[in-house]
């Protein structure tokens, strides 16, 4: 094998893509350095968990360096990417420049608000362990205030939650909330009926778990209804702001509102120059790469990647594959050689609603 020790690889995000990319090339004669803007991996399948107090942030989250710590060609960088220069094959990591002879971005998303950003401070979005934190701070003080009011006053108002986006993510939160407000703190407190407690689950669209086929749609909607959440569909939020959330011209007024309606790509992506799509993704080609260039590639949710007419959607196992397919073409590349297109093997995906229930849609085994 020709000796590539001079090549430097620089891999954009410690997520599913940049770990399994990473992890797949541990002996291969290359120089890798890996950046990230956190110093964790979080299994971000699992964040609702830790939203909803049912898991800690220990459960799902590991040290980046440890994962790391036998792959003697990788170094880890704690910093932030702000400028790619891709005809130089720099980046600009933290004011500093670091050259490249390949370079692949996998930054992730983040929650998108629509042009509506100054809703995100009383409507955070569920991404980070600190975002899941704030979401589960917020929860468990209401029930507190809750309970304060009902022993002060005699007064038993109930907890209001107001999820936004009938998809996964939302899908997932409101059935948590709804089994620990039942089950898990039913018998926490003294002065308040946690099953009072009011769940609404807010979709814009006719149906929950739009990239599901039906009917698993409406079961998802059946299970909800049976746990107590209120589902909505085709209902807009025309407003967000400390004391609580419009639809349309209702006003609820509540603290807990959890946002997971939409994303966008890191920013981060805009500063390749390359073509995007309305979510801020990179537009790449059969291998992933960019089409200014051969050694630049975009992986996971940064991606737009078409298959069969249709764009892959922002799931860990398209990230994963796409991680794995990368590390594979790299390796051939060092050698002279190259492989086929990206295709992505569809094992079916299943949002979970409380701990009894699920729903599981499309792939083979």
């Known amino acids: 094998m020709t000796t590539n020790k001079n090549k430097t690889l620089i891999v954009v995000g410690a997520g599913f893509a940049g770990l399994q990319l990473v992890k797949s090339l541990k002996n291969t004669p290359i120089r890798i350095v890996l950046i990230d803007k956190s110093n964790h991996h979080v299994f971000q399948p699992l964040l609702y968990q830790v939203a909803v107090s049912a898991l800690s942030p220990a459960d799902i989250s590991a040290p980046v360096r440890t994962i790391l710590k036998n792959q003697k060609n990788v170094e880890v960088i704690l910093g932030e990417v702000t400028e790619i220069d891709k005809s130089g094959k720099t980046v600009t990591v933290d004011g500093q420049e670091v050259k490249f002879d390949f370079l692949v971005l996998a930054p992730g998303s983040r929650h998108s608000y629509f042009g509506k950003d100054n809703w995100e401070e009383n409507a955070p979005g569920l991404k980070t362990i600190k975002d899941a934190l704030n979401i589960r701070e917020n929860m468990l003080l209401s029930f507190e205030e ?20 009938g998809g996964p993510t939302g899908v997932e939160i409101a059935g948590s909330l709804a089994e620990i407000a039942t089950k898990t703190l039913r018998k926490d407190f003294r002065n308040i009926d946690t099953r009072q407690t009011k769940i609404i689950l807010v979709e814009g669209s006719g149906k929950l778990l ?53 994303n966008n790509a890191s920013p981060l992506i805009k500063s390749l120059g390359t073509e995007t799509d309305r979510m801020g993704r990179a537009i790449v080609r059969e291998n992933c790469s960019i089409k200014e260039s051969d050694d630049i590639f975009v992986v996971g949710d940064a991606a737009n990647f078409m298959e069969n007419g249709r764009s892959l959607p922002g799931i860990a196992p398209v990230a994963m594959q796409q991680g794995r397919y990368i590390g594979k073409l790299i390796k051939n590349r060092l050698e002279g050689r190259d ?20 729903d599981f849609s499309g792939g083979e085994y």
Do not use: H
């Not at 907890?159 to 936004?164: A, E, L, P, Y």
């Open 146 to 165: 809750a309970e304060n009011t009902a022993f002060l006053s005699g007064r038993n108002l109930p907890v209001q939650f107001v999820v936004i986006g």
């Open 210 to 262: 739009g990239a599901y086929d039906s009917p698993l749609n409406e079961k998802a909607a059946e299970n909800l209804r049976g746990m107590g959440v209120e589902v909505r569909l085709n209902t807009m939020v025309t407003n967000i702001d400390e004391t609580g959330v419009t639809l349309g011209d209702e006003k609820i007024e509540t603290r807990n509102i959890i946002w997971a309606a939409g």
């Open 339 to 358: 492989i086929p297109r990206f295709n992505y093997s569809d094992k079916g995906s299943m949002a979970t609603i409380g701990r009894a229930k699920s």
